[in-house]
């Protein structure tokens, strides 16, 4: 029996393990940057805005910060422990947007970025690495 489809394109079904690479790559590059900026030219800013909400030692955790979304950045480009990469990016991602919202004084990017990039981090959490990945699903 022969099933209707009404996908326009549904060979392309069969490069669906490519998808998340594409996703890996965006998200990898976005978090690398964030990361750096927060170690160089956002430091101030933030360590600022740490010390208004109370958060001591304030530089600490600015430093840490930036260099566990550089990690996690990394291991998401690498495919490594893809699913527990964006797990903790997720996190940070929704806890920028809470930081930022609370303290307009450092508001650099709005709400839709924070948005979509918690939801290519949940992406990776329910699809995984995908092809190209250290943690590449067996098939």
């Keep these: 029996m022969y099933m209707q489809t009404f996908n326009i394109f549904p060979e392309l ?3 669906s393990l490519i998808a998340p690479v594409i ?3 965006v998200l990898g590059l976005i978090f690398i940057n964030l990361g750096y ?6 430091k ?6 740490l010390n208004i909400l109370g958060i001591k030692p304030a530089s600490f955790f600015v430093i840490l910060l930036g260099l566990v ?3 996690g950045a990394s291991l998401i480009l690498a495919g490594a422990y893809t699913q ?17 919202y609370k303290e307009e ?9 924070y948005i979509l990039i918690a939801a290519i981090c949940i992406s990776l959490i329910l699809t995984g690495a995908g092809l190209f990945a ?3 699903p067996i098939l």
Aim: glycine share 2%.
């Design 13 to 15: 079904f069969s490069f």
């Design 23 to 25: 996703l890996r790559a």
């Design 37 to 42: 900026l927060k170690l160089t030219k956002e």
């Design 44 to 49: 101030p800013g933030w360590v600022s805005s």
């Design 69 to 71: 979304e550089i990690l």
């Design 84 to 100: 527990l990469a964006a797990l903790v990016l997720a996190v940070i991602a929704v806890s920028e947007t809470l930081i930022e």
């Design 105 to 113: 004084s450092i508001l650099k990017r709005d709400l839709p970025f």
């Design 134 to 136: 250290i943690d590449m």
